[in-house]
């Protein structure tokens, strides 16, 4: 019997760590099963669902996916999660009875990493994200869960922040504002650059005033090094300071234990796939 079959689709896919990271969870957990990558056609329309459902006629029982397609992985779901539902986007979706039901672990992942991985439980501190795209929206409703004092959502353009805030209505402890108004806002003791600045070098207008040296600064980009956010960090004295290669395994981790009901450890996996920063 051919053992069960998941992948991860997303165009461009090789540089994809996620066959090494659910091989070796398989093998560390013992479950019969392979995960390889597809290259999904990004045209033309309905080609991605093509591909996604000749994978499910072949016996897929799930996969993950990457960029470009989790907006087109949610419109093709029949069932999704309350954070997948906020996100509007989809990095994981489970093949059962004929229906495709999908989650987003991004943001669950990211909670974990910071919390467990890097010992920053978020209750009761003053929480601070950059950004208001994709990966924002499905962080907030795990951030949310994690019960922090203040989450305060800062982005460019201030109005978007402020939709997606009003679209949570967590209250009053939930908060838009643009990057001007943070300079009197003091000390947070996380800040998380959730923006895409980083992929092209750039630095968010984000006021060193916003750093604790006693508290964490994380970047959600993997293995792009110390990038202007955490160089700048760095230099307000915060010792804290990581990029997303836990949220990487962790989100991941999630994804397997969905799937398979069985757990697999991170840690050694985290230290194996981290770069240095510097
Ligand atoms: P995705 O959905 O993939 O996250 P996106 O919706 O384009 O992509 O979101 C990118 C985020 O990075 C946005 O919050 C964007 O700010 P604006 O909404 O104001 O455009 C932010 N961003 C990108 N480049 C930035 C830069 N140089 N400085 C500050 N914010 C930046």
Redesign the pocket.
Known sequence: MMSDEYAVIGNPIGHTKSPLIHGLFAKETGQDMSYISIEGPVEPDGAFADTVRSFIAAGGRGMNVT?PF?LKAFALSDERSERAALAG?VNAMKFENGRIVAENFDGVGLVRDIEVNLHQPMAAKRVLI????????GALLPFIAARPAELVVA????E??EALVEQVAAGGSLTACG?AELAAMGQFDLVVN????S??G????VPASVFSARGAAYELAYGKGLTPFLRLAREAGVQGVADGVGMLVEQAAEAFAWWRGIRPQTRALIDRLTIPLE
């Open positions: 960029a989790k986007a950059l950004g208001a795209g994709g990966a924002v929206r982005n460019r353009h201030v978007k922040a990057y959730a923006t895409s600045a992929l092209t750039e630095l968010p207008p």
